[in-house]
């Protein structure tokens, strides 16, 4: 039986809502009084949810789907199982982070998730197999499941920390960002990069540099961690293969983007104008994010934008909302899994608005922040910004629910 694509892409939209909400929730305390629940709590239940429920989620779901697509017959059964597992995890920690912050029930439910991401990631490899091998997308597919695993070894170096009740707070902010990295630069992009080749139906005998692209950015995945750590004293040589592997995505990324742009120009110029922007933006915030990373490796500005919070909080949310988040409801909507029609046009519009003022707001934050200068209202207007996030992506979702029951399911 195959995969019922819209009716898990349901709850992609759902959850991104759910994440938008509790990103309302957070600011709201920020700018005004509201004594109710643990702010940390919150922020836990939001970043696991987002990256669970949200991300994971839908990168499964759009994995799987183009497994379907490729092999005659696929036993759909075990990845809806898998599936299932995940967003009984991914609600878990939703409802038990905001409760306990992290608990006994919060963190079963998040070695859970990790336990049912090493189950994916091992059907995914073997069924991976059964595909021609000179599709471009297999490789960056196989990747994404192998920096997901990797990224959990962070976790379980700070669940050993809090056990031990030995924590120091330089590994502490190393495990954090290890995880970070790997689900950032290696599940989400290494997936989303799949995903965009398996649209474009690219093969490795198209172009050269399709496959020396995947060689070069999966080469300098584990190198670039330590463009986290760089507020650290490390040793010499790891600063050089740090810069280079940062050199290296730069030059790996702005050339395949312009081999993109010249092969794929007339399938691109088919997308709906809406969605040839939203693409257009993505690729621009990538390109920002490789610069940044590259900028980071001055040490001086490595130990400003490590220092300013906002400036963290900023670069984060441009990959997860600017280039991934984008980038996911784009590839929903250009492989006409939901048509797309003017209300969800709305809703796509108003949603990017508010990823666009985001990063605008925080930017000027954390840049401000370096002369120890305060915005004035800036804590209101972020609130403001995550209101129209959260209509943005409502809107999208409540007229997307609508389109599926006028379009039966896929």
């Given at each position: 039986?195959?995969?019922?694509?819209?009716?898990?892409?349901?709850?992609?939209?759902?959850n991104l809502c759910i994440v938008a909400s509790l990103g309302v929730l957070m600011r709201y305390k920020i700018g005004f009084e509201f004594p109710y629940?643990?702010?940390?709590?919150?922020?836990?239940?939001?970043?696991?949810?987002?990256?669970?429920?949200?991300?994971?989620?839908?990168?499964?779901?759009?994995?799987?789907?183009?497994?379907?697509?490729?092999?005659?017959?696929?036993?759909?059964?075990?990845?809806?199982?898998?599936?299932?597992?995940?967003?009984?995890?991914?609600?878990?920690?939703?409802?038990?982070?905001?409760?306990?912050?992290?608990?006994?029930?919060?963190?079963?439910?998040?070695?859970?998730?990790?336990?049912?991401?090493?189950?994916?990631?091992?059907?995914?490899?073997?069924?991976?197999?059964?595909?021609?091998?000179?599709?471009?997308?297999?490789?960056?597919?196989?990747?994404?499941?192998?920096?997901?695993?990797?990224?959990?070894?962070?976790?379980?170096?700070?669940?050993?920390?809090?056990?031990?009740?030995?924590?120091?707070?330089?590994?502490?902010?190393?495990?954090?960002?290890?995880?970070?990295?790997?689900?950032?630069?290696?599940?989400?992009?290494?997936?989303?990069?799949?995903?965009?080749?398996?649209?474009?139906?690219?093969?490795?005998?198209?172009?050269?540099?399709?496959?020396?692209?995947?060689?070069?950015f999966a080469f300098a995945c584990i190198p670039a961690y330590f463009l986290s750590i760089l507020w650290l004293k490390v040793p010499v040589w790891i600063?050089?293969?740090?810069?280079?592997?940062?050199?290296?995505?730069?030059?790996?990324?702005?050339?395949?983007?312009?081999?993109?742009?010249?092969?794929?120009?007339?399938?691109?110029?088919?997308?709906?104008?809406?969605?040839?922007?939203?693409?257009?933006?993505?690729?621009?915030?990538?390109?920002?994010?490789?610069?940044?990373?590259?900028?980071?490796?001055?040490?001086?500005?490595?130990?400003?934008?490590?220092?300013?919070?906002?400036?963290?909080?900023?670069?984060?949310?441009?990959?997860?909302?600017?280039?991934?988040?984008?980038?996911?409801?784009?590839?929903?909507?250009?492989?006409?899994?939901?048509?797309?029609?003017?209300?969800?046009?709305?809703?796509?519009?108003?949603?990017?608005?508010?990823?666009?003022?985001?990063?605008?707001?925080?930017?000027?934050?954390?840049?401000?922040?370096?002369?120890?200068?305060?915005?004035?209202?800036?804590?209101?207007?972020?609130?403001?910004?995550?209101?129209?996030?959260?209509?943005?992506?409502?809107?999208?979702?409540?007229?997307?629910?609508?389109?599926?029951?006028?379009?039966?399911?896929?």
């Amino acid at each position: 039986m195959k995969l019922n694509i819209k009716f898990w892409l349901k709850f992609s939209l759902i959850n991104l809502c759910i994440v938008a909400s509790l990103g309302v929730l957070m600011r709201y305390k920020i700018g005004f009084e509201f004594p109710y629940f643990n702010q940390k709590n919150i922020l836990h239940s939001h970043s696991h949810f987002a990256f669970a429920g949200w991300i994971t989620h839908t990168l499964m779901t759009l994995m799987v789907y183009y497994l379907q697509d490729k092999i005659g017959v696929l036993d759909t059964n075990k990845y809806k199982k898998i599936i299932i597992a995940n967003l009984i995890c991914s609600y878990g920690m939703l409802v038990f982070f905001i409760i306990q912050g992290y608990g006994m029930f919060s963190i079963f439910f998040s070695t859970a998730s990790i336990l049912v991401s090493y189950v994916f990631g091992y059907y995914y490899f073997k069924d991976l197999k059964k595909i021609d091998t000179d599709l471009a997308a297999i490789n960056w597919f196989r990747a994404a499941v192998i920096f997901n695993i990797i990224s959990s070894f962070g976790t379980f170096y700070l669940a050993y920390m809090m056990a031990s009740k030995n924590v120091i707070q330089d590994l502490y902010l190393s495990s954090i960002y290890y995880f970070l990295h790997f689900q950032y630069n290696g599940w989400f992009f290494f997936g989303c990069i799949g995903l965009l080749f398996g649209f474009l139906n690219l093969k490795k005998s198209d172009h050269s540099f399709f496959e020396i692209s995947f060689k070069l950015f999966a080469f300098a995945c584990i190198p670039a961690y330590f463009l986290s750590i760089l507020w650290l004293k490390v040793p010499v040589w790891i600063y050089i293969i740090t810069a280079f592997a940062a050199t290296i995505q730069v030059f790996a990324w702005f050339k395949l983007l312009f081999i993109l742009i010249k092969t794929q120009k007339e399938f691109i110029n088919n997308f709906a104008p809406l969605l040839r922007h939203i693409l257009c933006f993505v690729a621009l915030a990538l390109s920002i994010k490789f610069i940044l990373q590259l900028g980071s490796t001055i040490p001086v500005l490595s130990q400003m934008a490590f220092g300013f919070r906002p400036i963290v909080i900023a670069y984060l949310h441009l990959v997860l909302l600017a280039v991934i988040s984008l980038f996911l409801l784009f590839y929903i909507y250009a492989k006409h899994f939901i048509i797309l029609n003017s209300k969800i046009k709305i809703g796509l519009i108003i949603f990017s608005l508010g990823v666009f003022f985001n990063e605008l707001v925080l930017a000027v934050q954390g840049i401000a922040s370096f002369s120890y200068t305060m915005i004035p209202y800036v804590n209101e207007i972020l609130f403001g910004v995550a209101l129209l996030l959260l209509l943005g992506i409502g809107l999208t979702a409540y007229y997307s629910f609508k389109q599926t029951k006028i379009n039966p399911a896929l």
